[in-house]
DNA sequence: GACCAGGAGCTCC
DNA sequence: GGAGCTCCTGGTC
C-alpha cells in the first residue's frame, strides 16, 4: 500500500467510510496546510449509520438517537474539554453505584447519549483529519511527519499543551505498538486520552446487530421501501469488488470490514 | 431459518 | 456505461 509515504497527496478514507457526501468539504481539504478542524463541518452522514456495531466500544446506532453504546468491552475515549456541555459527561470513567429504578434507567440513558455524543464525534474526528492532514486512515501506515501532524491536530482539537513533542521520532507503526503505559510514560497526563483517540483510528471493523432494522433502515436511505437484508448484503457484497469493504480475516456472521483505499 | 456468495437482469441517472 | 436494486440459485452454519 502506497499511501504511507510522506508528502502523499492522495485523500484518504476514514475506516468507517461508507459513501461519499462530503464533496463540498472535499474541495478544501486538499489545499489545507492549516490544520484547523472545521467545527461546524465535521458532518459525515453515514457515520450515523443506524444498526452497526463498532466492537472495541460495542456500538449500536439506533434510528431515534444517532449512537448507542454498551460498555462492555473498552471505555469511551476521555470527552473533549470543549465538547463537555452536559453535566453527565464528568461522570465518564468514574465508577458508580448502579442505580436503580426509573431514574437510574433515566441516568443510565442519559449516560448513554453522552458516551454515544463523544464517540460518535471522534469517528468524525477521524474522518475530518484525514482528509485535512492528508494522512492514511491506518495508523501503520503513517510517517514520523504523520505522527505529528496526527498529535498537533489532536492538541489542537482538544486544546492540549504540546504533547506531540513526547512523540517525536516515532512512526506509525511504532505508535500502534505502544501500550497504554507507554503513553501514559510520555504523557502522565494525557497519555491515556491519546491511546484512547488512537485505539479508534486503528478499529477498520464493524458488526451487524439488526440485520432487519439496518435493511429498513437502509432502505429509507436509498428511497427502496421493499429493502431488505438479503437485498442490503447483496449491495455489500459489490463493494468487495470495489474494494470498499471485505469480510475480516476471522469471517463471522453480519461481521465486515472497512477496506483501506490503495 | 438466517446468512453468505455470486450470476444476471433491470432501472435510473 | 456505471451504480445500485432485484431476483434467483446454491451453499454453509
Known sequence: MSMGSPGCEHTAHSPLY????????????????DVKPPRGLLGLPELSWPGVYLPCYDILALEESPWVLRMTE???????????????????????DPPSG???QVEERSLEQVQTMVVGEVLKDVDTA???????PDPMDWSCVHVQKWLLWTEHLHKLPQVSTMFQELSGRDLCSMTEADFRQRSSQFGDMLYAHLDIWRSGIFKIEDSALVARLWGMRKNRPAMNYDKLSRSIRQYYKK??????????RLVYQFVNPI
Open 102 to 104: 426509573m431514574e437510574g
Open 243 to 252: 474494494g470498499i469493504i471485505r469480510k475480516p480475516d476471522v469471517s463471522r
Open 130 to 136: 484525514c482528509k485535512l492532514l492528508n494522512i492514511a
Open 18 to 33: 461508507i459513501s461519499h457526501t462530503h464533496t463540498q468539504t472535499m474541495a478544501w481539504l486538499d489545499k489545507a496546510d
Open 74 to 96: 473498552a471505555p469511551a475515549p476521555a470527552a473533549p474539554p470543549s465538547r463537555t456541555p452536559e453535566p453527565n459527561q464528568a461522570k465518564l470513567g468514574q465508577p458508580q
